[in-house]
């Protein structure tokens, strides 16, 4: 692999968390953003994630500090990409934000450099001209929590070499991921692929009158042994999440189930202001949900 300088292009919440993890496991990170301001909101979010991986992996403030001395901030870009081995860009889920930055990368990277997009919605395919050198690109998708949801899902396009591919794999195994390698282009990679149509289905049961919340959840739960069923998984991942992807599927299908999931999450939980488990209540109330009570699962 040789990987030893990592770039992190964008400092939101998954491009620090990716950050740090890099850096944690002995690689030397700079974090690019646009400006100042938004590097020292990545720097407090960066500091916020040492008592949650000294929580959930009893990682030492030793530890912790060692990768943060391995880690620099930057909001020149040629300066950040001076030396790096691997971009792992995660800018904003837009695709014209991601040509131009491509564009913009690509004029100032060194030829050795690969870049890998941490997109969740659009294929490497769809910008892969605008890097430069779409044989050194790809995907490398993390899910949010990436200490503890440790899979890094890596999908190439048509023309990636075949050696990075497997470069970037190895890199994913090497910051503590379960790589999850995809041999073509798939919209949802393999995670959402297969959630995504779950989470549909149960939204669909509920709105037809078909069964409620807890009744869904619990047939899911006691036949699969899951820890957890498709509405407790819509309250983690945001419900006004949900109604947005609800909404655009109506809108491109016209699709009158899709409209009606949408027309009923907006209604009864986007405008109540019942958006799931971070504003403390959703299809459930938190910090205590129904469904972690010893009883939910009997009769």
């Given at each position: 692999?040789?990987?030893?300088?990592?770039?992190i292009?964008?400092?939101?919440?998954?491009?620090?968390?990716?950050?740090f993890?890099?850096?944690?496991?002995?690689?030397?990170?700079?974090?690019?953003?646009?400006?100042?301001?938004?590097?020292?909101?990545?720097?407090?979010?960066i500091?916020?994630?040492?008592?949650?991986?000294?929580?959930?992996?009893?990682?030492?403030?030793?530890?912790?500090?060692?990768?943060?001395?391995?880690?620099?901030?930057q909001?020149?870009?040629?300066?950040?990409?001076?030396?790096?081995?691997?971009?792992?860009?995660?800018?904003?889920?837009?695709?014209?934000?991601?040509?131009?930055?491509?564009?913009?990368?690509?004029?100032?990277?060194?030829?050795?450099?690969?870049?890998?997009?941490?997109?969740?919605?659009?294929?490497?395919?769809?910008?892969?001209?605008?890097?430069?050198?779409?044989?050194?690109?790809?995907?490398?998708?993390?899910?949010?929590?990436?200490?503890?949801?440790?899979?890094?899902?890596?999908?190439?396009?048509?023309?990636?070499?075949?050696?990075?591919?497997?470069?970037?794999?190895?890199?994913?195994?090497?910051?503590?991921?379960?790589?999850?390698?995809?041999?073509?282009?798939?919209?949802?990679?393999?995670?959402?692929?297969?959630?995504?149509?779950?989470?549909?289905?149960?939204?669909?049961?509920?709105?037809?009158?078909?069964?409620?919340?807890?009744?869904i959840?619990?047939?899911?739960?006691?036949?699969?042994?899951?820890?957890?069923g498709?509405?407790?998984?819509?309250?983690i991942?945001?419900?006004?999440?949900?109604?947005?992807?609800?909404?655009?599927?109506?809108?491109?299908?016209?699709?009158?189930?899709?409209?009606?999931?949408?027309?009923?999450l907006?209604?009864?939980?986007?405008?109540?202001?019942?958006?799931?488990?971070?504003?403390?209540?959703?299809?459930?109330?938190?910090p205590?949900?129904?469904?972690?009570?010893?009883?939910?699962?009997?009769?």
């Open positions: 692999m040789g990987y030893k300088t990592i770039l292009a964008g400092s939101g919440v998954l491009g620090s968390q990716i950050a993890q890099t850096a944690l496991h002995g690689f030397a990170v700079t974090v690019y953003d646009i400006n100042d301001e938004a590097l020292n909101r990545a720097k407090a979010r500091q916020d994630l040492k008592p949650r991986y000294r929580a959930d992996l009893g990682t030492t403030e030793e530890q912790a500090e060692a990768a943060l001395a391995r880690m620099t901030f909001s020149d870009l040629a300066q950040a990409a001076a030396d790096a081995d691997l971009v792992i860009e995660s800018v904003p889920e837009s695709l014209p934000i991601k040509i131009e930055f491509y564009q913009k990368l690509a004029a100032v990277a060194p030829e050795k450099t690969i870049f890998a997009t941490n997109s969740s919605t659009l294929l490497p395919s769809q910008f892969a001209e605008a890097t430069g050198r779409p044989e050194k690109f790809l995907a490398l998708h993390f899910a949010n929590e990436i200490w503890k949801n440790n899979t890094a899902e890596i999908m190439k396009h048509a023309t990636t070499d075949e050696q990075v591919f497997a470069d970037v794999v190895e890199f994913a195994k090497a910051i503590g991921m379960v790589a999850l390698p995809l041999q073509k282009e798939q919209a949802g990679y393999i995670v959402n692929s297969l959630l995504v149509p779950l989470l549909s289905s149960a939204q669909k049961l509920l709105v037809t009158g078909i069964a409620d919340v807890e009744t959840d619990k047939t899911w739960m006691v036949a699969t042994g899951a820890p957890v498709p509405f407790g998984m819509l309250d991942v945001g419900i006004n999440t949900a109604y947005h992807i609800a909404r655009t599927r109506a809108e491109h299908t016209g699709d009158a189930a899709y409209q009606a999931v949408a027309d009923v907006k209604r009864d939980y986007v405008d109540q202001g019942k958006l799931g488990k971070a504003t403390g209540e959703g299809f459930y109330k938190y205590n949900p129904s469904y972690t009570e010893p009883g939910f699962l009997k009769g």
